[in-house]
C-alpha cells in the first residue's frame, strides 16, 4: 500500500469501513443460523442504516483513544459532496465517522479491535428494544 491509513482522506477510510462493518454483520447473521438471503439483507439493514452505526458510535465514544477519535472526527467532518438518501444529516456524518474509525483500524491491521468494536456495537443494537432480533 503506498499511502498509509493515517495520511489517507476521511472518506477513503469510510469506504473500506463500510466494507468493514458489512461483513462483520454479515457473518455475525450467519453464526445466528440465519441463512435465507432475502431474511440476511432485511436483517443487516438494520445494522448497517446510518442511524445504527450513528447510535454505535455514540455508545462506544468513551472507549476511543485520543487516536481513535481523532479517525473519527476526521471521517465525520468530510464533505462528501452528497445529500444521504434515507438518512438524517447528522446521523449520516456519524456514520461516516464510525466508518472510517472501522477503516483505519483494519488497514492499520489492528484485527482485534475492530472485532471488539463490532462486538460492542452488535451488542448494543441488539439490545435497542426497538431493535428486532436476529431470526
Known amino acids: 500500500m503506498s499511502k498509509k491509513p493515517n495520511e489517507m482522506p476521511g472518506l477513503a477510510l469510510a469506504y473500506i469501513g463500510d466494507a468493514v462493518w458489512e461483513i462483520l454483520v454479515r457473518e455475525h447473521l450467519l453464526c445466528l443460523g440465519e441463512m435465507k ?26 472507549t476511543l483513544s485520543e487516536e481513535e ?8 467532518n468530510a464533505k462528501s459532496g452528497s445529500v444521504p438518501k434515507n438518512a438524517d444529516l447528522i446521523d449520516y456524518r456519524h456514520a461516516t465517522g464510525f466508518e472510517a474509525l472501522l477503516g483505519y483500524l483494519y488497514l492499520q491491521r489492528r484485527y482485534d479491535r475492530v472485532q471488539e468494536i463490532a462486538q460492542a456495537g452488535i451488542s448494543f443494537l441488539e439490545n435497542q428494544p426497538t431493535q428486532t432480533q436476529g431470526r
Not at 37 to 60: E, G
Not at 69 to 76: F, H, I, P, Q, T
Open 37 to 62: 438471503p432475502d431474511r440476511l439483507h432485511k436483517f443487516a439493514t438494520r445494522y448497517v442504516k446510518a442511524k445504527s452505526q450513528s447510535d454505535v458510535l455514540h455508545h462506544i465514544m468513551e
Open 69 to 76: 477519535l481523532s479517525v473519527m472526527k476526521r471521517g465525520r
